[in-house]
């Protein structure tokens, strides 16, 4: 059975388990919208909308994860100069989760938990927890994800333009 949503994906019951809880609009969101916090904080200005795409192929790719420095001292093109097998596959995950960021960033918007302003993302009305919290549910591994989403926001704000950061990840926007 097909959702008839904007994607046309399967309907949640019909995906894959770990797809149905790592991919699912709302921890997706949450990872976006520490990544637009983390961002605005530190840019001062609205995250490009097109930076969110690369969040998800990043983050949820945990050699990807893992490898990402500690601080954002090293910044984003050094380091993928040291690091290039994350661009091995990089360009085939960011086609595969497209859909999945596009559902996330309606969900979250439509829950105004971000908003669009001129062309680009801000924290919405609605705010999630500042830490994630500790709970039976949520594991290690998924806070992790949204710790790193947000160093991601604060990483890209200090990397240049978004046509800068896809150019160093190998991908156009």
Not at 36 to 63: C, E, N, Q, W
Not at 65 to 70: N, Q, T
Not at 120 to 137: C, E, F, M, T
Request: aromatic residues 8%.
């Amino acid at each position: 059975m097909i959702d008839e949503g904007y994607s046309g994906r399967p309907a949640w019951s019909e995906r894959p388990h770990e797809e149905a809880h790592l991919l699912n609009p709302a921890f997706v969101g949450t990872l976006l919208c520490r990544m637009v916090t983390d961002y605005v904080r530190k840019a001062g200005l609205p995250m490009p909308i097109a930076l969110s795409f690369l969040l998800v192929p990043i983050v949820l790719h945990r050699r990807t994860r893992e490898a990402l420095p500690k601080s954002t001292v090293t910044g984003v093109l050094p380091w993928l100069q040291n690091h290039k097998d994350v661009h091995v596959t990089f360009a085939r995950r960011l086609r595969a989760t497209r859909a999945v960021t596009q559902e996330a960033l309606m969900f979250s918007m439509a829950h105004t938990y971000l908003a669009v302003e001129g062309g680009a993302l801000r924290v919405g009305h609605r705010r999630i927890p500042a830490s994630y919290p500790k709970d039976v549910n949520h594991t290690d591994e998924t806070r992790e994800c949204v710790d790193r989403a947000a160093f991601v926001g604060r990483w890209f704000a200090g990397a240049g333009t978004d046509h800068t950061i896809f150019a160093a990840w190998g991908v156009a926007p």
